[in-house]
């Protein structure tokens, strides 16, 4: 079969692929963009935005709910009918990409449905959904965005249930009565609290000792007592033995002898890259950690970059167009700094909002850093007493004593996500300790809260 000749053949069109695969078409190389499902990827259909529709509403309902005591009196129906409207309309137009493709085809890109596999230096085999088969060289490379896909644990039971992953949970037109979340991290704590916020019971298990255990433990223990208040029973240091579905429900049976039953199982303990069937091998790609290992500049191999959740440097879609532009760059043959990943911010959207960047306490201590951390609680500061109902939060920062700057920190509350801006903007500029605390904080912010963070760097 004679190839068709392309200059750069992107496989994978989530948020990275299709970000680079559209600048590069801009820059006028003839690009050829191949994706088996829905160009956009994981995130607008299935991720980071109709889940934080999804919160969106819940946390209306919560506000609603905090109303008596502080502004009258309110009655809360919750109803999942607009909610599974808003993200069938509005996010995925019923799962139908045909906007983004035709965004990319706009840009001069040249679109293929399939599914693509190395199949030797620069040349990448698609195989068509109509059964065929077409062949592309690249003459300046591959880029390889090919993502994650959940990461289902071997529990004996679990394969054959009709358990969910994000994209059942996700697409669900009804909220289950009752759910069981396996998993704490981001996304099993952000949708066990939407759920439960529309009246599903909800247990969460999570064999770490804390929820989020990827986080500072003071942000899971402060998630915990919150998932405890809402009526969310939690399950941490809990091994999951065996699941059974009987045709109506899930039975989870935990060490120890404890077993929770549920209308439902949502499967949350993270992603693996999905390199599976991608035939990187053939690209001189060594693959075996799990993860396509990349140099600053998103190089894998001669004629290979990679970027996105398969590089492991952060199952985020702001990483992967990070990267994207980073290697974008380099296939352009134009000059930039290297990738740097000190600062990457993570925000796990449920209510209080948990940001954090740059290095945990943990962290910081293996990576043998002289540490002192200073911790404030947002319902001691002025505007957390202020806001009374829902003031939950923390900001806790980690300072690399040594250099006199901070190595990481963690925003939680009622706005988390933004407040980590400064702090990452202090972590990623790598701002003197000193200076921040010469600094004026806002009187009464929730970033205010820095400041007396700041004064509590206590001695390690
Ligand atoms: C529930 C949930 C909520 C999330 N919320 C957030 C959030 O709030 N903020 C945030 O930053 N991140 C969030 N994420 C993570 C975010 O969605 C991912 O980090 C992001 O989508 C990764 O982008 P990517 O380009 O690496 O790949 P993906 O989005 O995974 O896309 C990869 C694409 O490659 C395609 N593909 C794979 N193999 C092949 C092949 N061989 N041939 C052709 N096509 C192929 C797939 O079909 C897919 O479309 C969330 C994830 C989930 C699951």
Redesign the pocket.
């Known amino acids: 079969m004679d190839a068709e000749e392309t200059d750069i053949i992107v496989?994978?069109?989530?948020?990275?692929?299709e970000d680079a695969a559209g600048r590069l078409a801009e820059a006028g190389l003839h690009v050829t963009g191949?994706?088996?499902?829905?160009v956009g990827?994981?995130?607008p259909y299935?991720?980071?935005v109709p889940?934080?529709m999804m919160i969106r509403a819940a946390n209306l309902l919560a506000e609603a709910r905090r109303i008596p005591g502080m502004a009258g009196t309110a009655t809360v129906e919750p109803d999942w009918a607009p909610v599974a409207a808003r993200i069938r309309d509005e996010a995925t137009d019923s799962w139908n990409d045909k906007v983004a493709v035709d965004r990319f085809t706009g840009k001069g890109g040249h679109f293929v449905r399939g599914?693509?596999?190395i199949t030797g230096p620069r040349e990448v085999t698609v195989g068509t959904p109509d059964g065929g088969i077409r062949v592309f060289r690249a003459r300046r490379g591959i880029l390889l965005?090919?993502?994650?896909e959940p990461s289902v644990p071997p529990i004996r039971g679990l394969a054959g249930t009709p358990y969910w992953t994000?994209r059942e949970a996700?697409e669900t037109e009804q909220v289950p009565g009752s759910l069981i979340v396996l998993g704490s991290g981001?996304?099993g704590a952000e949708l066990a609290q939407v759920f439960a916020r529309f009246g599903a019971q909800v247990s969460v298990v999570e064999a770490r000792s804390t929820l989020l255990p990827a986080e500072e433990p003071e942000a899971g223990e402060l998630l915990e007592a919150v998932f405890t208040r809402e009526g969310i029973a939690v399950h941490t240091g809990a091994r999951a033995e065996r699941v059974s579905h009987d045709g109506r429900a899930f039975r989870l049976s935990l060490a120890g002898g404890m077993a929770l039953t549920a209308e439902r199982l949502l499967v949350a303990t993270g992603r693996r890259a999905?390199l599976d069937?991608?035939g990187v091998a053939a690209a001189g790609v060594d693959s075996a950690a799990g993860a396509v290992p990349v140099d600053g500049w998103m190089r894998a191999a001669d004629g290979v970059w990679a970027i996105?959740?398969?590089t492991g440097k952060g199952?985020?879609?702001?990483v992967?167009m990070y990267q994207a532009a980073i290697a974008v760059a380099d296939i352009l043959g134009q000059d930039g700094p290297p990738a740097d990943y000190r600062a990457v911010p993570r925000v796990t959207?449920t209510d209080p909002e948990i940001g954090s960047v740059g290095l945990t306490e943990a962290q910081a201590r293996e990576q043998g850093l002289a540490v002192r951390t200073g911790i404030a609680r947002v319902p001691s500061s002025a505007r957390g007493w202020i806001h009374k109902a829902g003031n939950d939060g923390l900001i806790k920062v980690i300072e690399d004593a040594q250099r006199g700057v901070l190595a990481g920190a963690t925003s939680a509350g009622p706005v988390g996500g933004e407040v980590l801006g400064a702090l990452a903007v202090a972590v990623h500029g790598q701002v003197p300790v000193a200076d921040l605390r010469a600094m004026i904080y806002a009187y009464p912010s929730f970033h205010r809260g820095i400041e007396d963070a700041l004064r509590g760097l206590a001695t390690a």
Do not use: Q, Y
């Not at 191949?34 to 829905?38: H, K």
């Not at 965005?145 to 994650?148: D, I, M, N, Q």
């Open positions: 496989v994978g069109m989530g948020p990275g692929g191949v994706e088996a499902n829905l990827g994981e995130c299935w991720g980071c889940s934080k599914w693509g596999r965005a090919t993502g994650t994000n996700i981001a996304v999905g069937g991608l996105g959740d398969i199952a985020f879609t702001h992967s959207f």
